[in-house]
Nanobody, 128 residues
Framework: QVQVDESGGGLVQAGGSLRLSCAASGSTLDYYGIGWFRQAPGKEREGVGCISSRDTTTYYADSVEGRFTISRDNGKRTVYLEMNSLKPEDTATYFC?????????????????????WGQGTQVTVSS
């Protein structure tokens, strides 16, 4: 069992930056693919970005490409989501998810079905 906890959310002005952290307990993150998702009120959960279990390969949603960056520190069992040039439409609850690499790591890992463990989410609010 892997417990996943997100932190780092908050209120920021448009154009600002935030860094979210995803910490895992109960297991090392080395063998898992990690995804970041978000859900705004009244909208479906969407994949924001993901990082491979085996290397630093990442994929991002078109809406955040070039603004968001995912990195991982396996020694600290932590994955980060660096968010720059934030927009009001980035306002959402952000979730971290962990999944066993049972399938080839492709952009399809932006989809929720790849993941086995989920955090409770952290709120990000971007004011205009």
């Amino acid at each position: 069992q892997v417990q996943v906890d997100e932190s780092g959310g908050g209120l920021v002005q448009a154009g600002g930056s935030l860094r979210l952290s995803c910490a895992a307990s109960g297991s090392t993150l080395d063998y898992y693919g990690i995804g970041w998702f978000r859900q705004a009120p009244g909208k479906e959960r969407e994949g924001v970005g993901c990082i491979s279990s085996r290397d630093t390969t990442t994929y991002y949603a078109d809406s955040v490409e070039g603004r968001f960056t995912i990195s991982r520190d396996n020694g600290k069992r932590t994955v980060y989501l660096e968010m720059n040039s934030l927009k009001p439409e980035d306002t959402a609850t952000y979730f971290c998810a962990v999944g066993l690499p049972l399938t080839k790591f492709t952009k399809s890992w932006l989809l929720a079905y790849n993941y086995d463990y989920w955090g409770q989410g952290t709120q990000v609010t971007v004011s205009s």
